[in-house]
């Protein structure tokens, strides 16, 4: 093979494995990327008694603080706590008057879902979009009547966590801490009279063969709800809108 053939072929070796090089280079940033663009939203729950959570809520409160750590942003339509069980059926029946429904068979575990307040307070309709390193808190008063139902039901069956506004669910904090951060809330302000400013709101998720009749939407309670082995209501306790 003479000098030129050498060179010739040393010029396409060379520019076949540069070449082979950029392609291997632009995968792996395509995959980082790919993988940088998976949204991490964390948790965070603390006791809070605040001036602004008292001038806006009016009482002390359990705080759900969000961040945001990943490149995408994060679009939140709600936070929320939730319990699954069947201990809490009863005593929504008899507070709004008549039947949730007929449980269907093989369905999952009816869940009750309080929504947390923003803070500062927005309407339900509006967003919160955290992009990296942003963080938007939450708060659960003290004064909602079912709030020692959380600590009494199983742990696996309490949760906290947030809806983005394309319905998925995230769930952001397991039913140990929230009991924990629950019981110590209780024990701290368990007994002082503060004033509730705001209306909790309630959704029920119950898979039923029958349609309540009539649909408990919107509506308030005209009867007390009461769970037995908790505690009588706190000081201005306001009924409940599902």
Sequence with gaps: MTDIEKLFWGGIITVVVGLLTALVIGLVRRTMVRRDDSLK????????CGIEVLRVIGCACLELTVSCLSQRAGKIAKA???????????AFERGFGHSMGTPAPNAP??????????IPLR????????????????????QIFVLPLFTTC??????????LVDGTEIILC?????????????????????CL??????EIQLTS??????????????????????PPPMPNDRSSVL
């Design 41 to 48: 939203l964390v948790g965070q729950l603390q006791v809070t």
């Design 80 to 90: 929320w706590i939730r319990v699954r069980g069947h201990e809490w059926v009863p």
């Design 174 to 194: 397991p039913g140990v801490a929230v009991q924990h951060q629950i019981r110590t809330l209780m024990e701290l302000y368990g007994k002082e009279v503060q």
């Design 123 to 142: 309407p339900d309709t509006e967003s919160i979009v955290l992009t990296r390193d942003d963080a938007a808190c939450f708060v659960l008063p003290i």
């Design 197 to 202: 400013r705001v209306s909790p709101k309630f």
């Design 209 to 230: 063969t029958t349609i309540p009749q009539p649909p408990p939407v919107g509506q308030r309670n005209p009867n007390p709800i009461k769970f037995a082995q908790h």
């Design 109 to 118: 575990p009816p869940a009750m879902i309080v929504r947390l307040f923003p």
């Design 154 to 163: 199983p742990s696996e069956n309490v949760s906290v966590g947030i809806t």
